[in-house]
């Protein structure tokens, strides 16, 4: 009988995740990318604000706006909320002061996620500990991790997992800093995604991946059992983050989505 070859750092008789239907998250900016979004077909509306950061923070009337908007074409949507990184709110005094109001605002328009950045910060862990304890309301934590966690100074995915599993989080979101062209495969190997998609799955958290994600990459993306697909620039006109989400654009990558998780 031939020789099977396995991945690299994964044995014969270790468990192997196995492939799903993934939700589509789409991150819009305003409300009528919230339209464009959900009309096409994304389970999971996301705000942030790309000309903050990979998950920068939006101001309260653009998140106003969008919660009236989405709750008058679908109150039972689901919506995630970007909070900037960890850097955001301590190196601001105008947020740092603010903390608490700012909190009891976001969770006034009713997230089921929230995800922070964990940049910059010695202490991720406290700090990160002190702004989940703002009064948010009951949401879901994303614990957030860099693929290319060097340029961006913050812990390494297995670090934010290890952490995430420890207080709690729902999700692990692994997405990539800087929007230079790059993918969340360019920074983590397959066989490195793998191991964490199984130790997510072993621990009841899910897994969502972003960072440049095409239709190119599906096949790749969904092999890997995520649980989350997460999306801007591959639905914006001409694949660029800074344009509009476009409706076309979003329903077409659903359609690809799902048909390579079969």
């Not at 949507?77 to 955001?88: F, P, Q, R, V, Y």
């Not at 800093?177 to 799955?201: A, E, I, N, P, Q």
């Not at 914006?236 to 409706?247: A, F, H, I, K």
Request: with cysteine.
């Amino acid at each position: 009988m031939p020789r099977v070859a396995m991945p690299h750092g994964v044995s014969f008789f270790e468990p192997r995740p196995m492939p799903i239907t993934p939700q589509f998250l789409v991150s819009i900016r305003n409300a009528n990318e919230c339209e464009a979004a959900h009309f096409g077909g994304a389970d999971i509306i996301d705000v942030k604000e790309p000309n903050n950061g990979p998950l920068g923070m939006a101001d309260l009337d653009e998140l106003r706006q969008i919660r009236d908007r989405l709750q008058s074409i679908n109150p039972n949507a689901k919506l995630s909320i970007a909070l900037g990184e960890l850097s955001d709110w301590f190196d601001s005094d105008g947020l740092l002061q603010s903390a608490k109001t700012r909190a009891e605002n976001i969770s006034g328009f009713g997230p089921q996620y929230l995800k922070l950045g964990l940049t910059s910060r010695t202490d991720w862990r406290s700090d990160w500990a002190a702004i989940r304890g703002l009064p948010f309301g009951p949401v879901t934590w994303v614990a957030v991790a860099y693929a290319d966690s060097e340029r961006a100074s913050s812990p390494c995915p297995e670090e934010v997992f290890a952490e995430g599993l420890r207080v709690g989080c729902g999700v692990l979101l692994i997405d990539t800093f800087r929007k230079d062209g790059t993918s969340l495969l360019d920074w983590l190997g397959r066989d490195r995604l793998l191991t964490l998609s199984v130790r997510c799955h072993d621990a009841g958290i899910k897994l969502a991946l972003a960072g440049r994600i095409t239709a190119q990459l599906l096949p790749v993306i969904c092999g890997l059992a995520a649980d989350i697909v997460a999306v801007r620039g591959a639905v914006c006109d001409q694949g660029l983050r800074g344009r509009n989400v476009d409706q076309c654009l979003v329903a077409d990558f659903r359609r690809q989505l799902h048909g390579g998780s079969l």
